[in-house]
Structure formats: C-alpha cells, structure tokens
C-alpha cells in the first residue's frame, strides 16, 4: 500500500462509521463498495478515507428509500442532473406515501370515534340485560332532534325485491370505491335512505334506495348533494338488522301519538355495523324520520 495515504481496516470503518461488518461485506461482494486493497496473504480488507465518504453517499442514499441496484448507478455513474431527477421522483413517491398515512390515520381515528360512541351508548344499561331489546322497549328511546346539513356523496336506485335485514352492503363499496376514485375524505358513516312508503322496505317490495356517505369537501358532481336540514324523530337501535322493524314501528307509532307528520324519507344510519364487529348483538343504527 502507498505510504502517502491513510488505509483502514473493516473493523475501522465499521467502528467508525457506524456500518455492520457484515454489511460491508456484502457490499463487497456485489461491488457497491470494494476495499482499495485487500492483503493477498492475509485477505484483509483495507479502506481508504474516500471510500469513508462514499461510504457515507451510500447510506444516506439507502435512507432516503433508494435500492442497492439505484444507489450503485446514483454513486458511480450519475450526475447532478440525475441526483437531482431521483431525489424529486423520491420525493413525490414520499409525498404520496405521506398522504396516504394521513388517510390511514383519519379514517382509524374516524372508526374509534364510533367505536367510543357505541361502547358509551351500550354501557348506560345494565349488562345483565339483553340489549338487543333494550330500545324498543324504552319510551325514552325516542328523541325529536334537528338534524343539521352535511355535504354527502351518494348513489341511488332501485332495488328489486329487496330485503332489509341484508342492508345492501355491496351497496356500501361501492360508494367506497367511489369516495376514493373522487379522493374525498369521509366525515361520518352510511346512511341508507328509503324513498318509498314507510315499512316498504320490509315487505320485499321494489325499493328506491339511497346510499350516502359524509365527505368533508363540496364538489360539482352528480352524486354529490347537501343533505339534513330538517327536524326528525330519532331511535337507536341496538341488535340485529333483522328486528330493526320493530324499533321503526315503535318510532311511527309515537309520531302519530304526538300529532306529527312524515315529512320524508326515512333513513337508518349504521353507527356500529357489520363492517366493524361480526357480533349482530352489537349493531348500533339510528333510525331517522324527518317529521312536520
């Protein structure tokens, strides 16, 4: 080795760089990074202190997100221009990851904020009680509340001998795929809206059934509406879809009693819903009816 340079060993650069023998010998042996000189008696490999600060390109490539194959082009065979052609490509690659964290994150927080509700809802009565029968059979289940506007994407059509308890949730992706490919960001959760006589959708009858789904953003687009806006009676009910009936017979039944009118469709909103848990005894829908 030349006198007039400084050589160090693999323990050296490994100490000092922080990079794991191991890991430079696999860089060695698919040429990323080949020792200056290698001892031919003792087969030790010696690095000089450029290769230090390649070594160093190296690893602040690979954290970047850069493969072996990519760093090894970047290092030996490219430019500024190419550096900088990579690092904006990596940076757009990073900037939609990003995004796509930040989706992730909103739609959990969105899921544990139903969660929550319904565990709160479901605790205010005695566990020893079958809650599946709990709001039919409580008068204090029925509440008259303003139900406020909310930008919505939605879709809507007829349903041929449709059948309630199935609640149409290929319906449901549907509207999710559409929320995605429109890249919108939901707010609240479905809603099923019956646009027909009231308990038609019970009977297995023709159903003109709406889908909707809260978004944040207002867009020009034909399954985009506001909807709320109105004063309804409201119920919840917790249990199977297949005895939901029940809860809506109970809500009609006090509207009469109280002198209302329907002025509306009526709507299921699935707080806690077979998306979420496999147990029907869990299932949380309220049950909205906008009244005059």
Not at 19 to 45: A, G
Not at 72 to 99: F, Q
Not at 145 to 174: D, G, L, M
Not at 175 to 185: D, E, G, I, R, S
């Amino acid at each position: 080795m030349s006198s007039d340079k400084k050589f160090y060993t693999i323990g050296d650069i490994s100490d000092m760089c922080s990079v794991p023998i191991k890991t430079l010998r696999y860089y060695d042996e698919i040429q990323l990074l080949v020792p200056t000189h290698r001892d031919s008696e003792t087969n030790y490999r010696y690095y000089s202190e450029d290769q230090m600060l390649t070594l160093y390109i190296i690893r602040r490539l690979k954290s970047f997100g850069f493969t072996l194959e990519e760093i090894r082009t970047l290092v030996y065979n490219g430019d500024i221009k190419s550096l900088d052609d990579k690092l904006t490509e990596k940076a757009e690659e990073i900037e939609k990851e990003i995004e796509g964290l930040k989706n992730l994150h909103h739609e959990i927080k969105l899921t544990l904020e139903r969660m929550k509700r319904g565990s709160t809802f479901i605790s205010c009565f005695d566990g020893d009680m079958d809650i599946s029968k709990i709001i039919t059979q409580d008068p204090d289940g029925i509440t008259v509340e303003e139900i406020p506007k909310i930008n919505c994407i939605f879709t809507r059509r007829k349903e041929f001998n449709y059948q309630n308890a199935n609640v149409s949730v290929a319906r449901w992706f549907e509207l999710f795929t559409l929320v995605k490919k429109l890249k919108l960001k939901s707010i609240g959760v479905i809603t099923l809206t019956y646009h027909n006589n009231a308990l038609d959708q019970f009977l297995k009858k023709d159903c003109d059934l709406e889908v909707s789904l809260p978004v944040f953003e207002a867009l020009d687009s034909p399954n985009f509406k506001v909807m709320g806006g109105y004063k309804a009676v409201t119920t919840m009910h917790v249990g199977s879809h297949s005895t939901i009936i029940t809860s809506h017979i109970k809500a009609l039944k006090w509207i009469n009693q109280h002198n209302y009118k329907i002025n509306g469709p009526i709507s299921e909103e699935y707080i806690i819903s077979p998306i979420d848990v496999k147990n029907e005894n869990e299932y949380i829908t309220k049950i909205i009816i906008p009244i005059e």
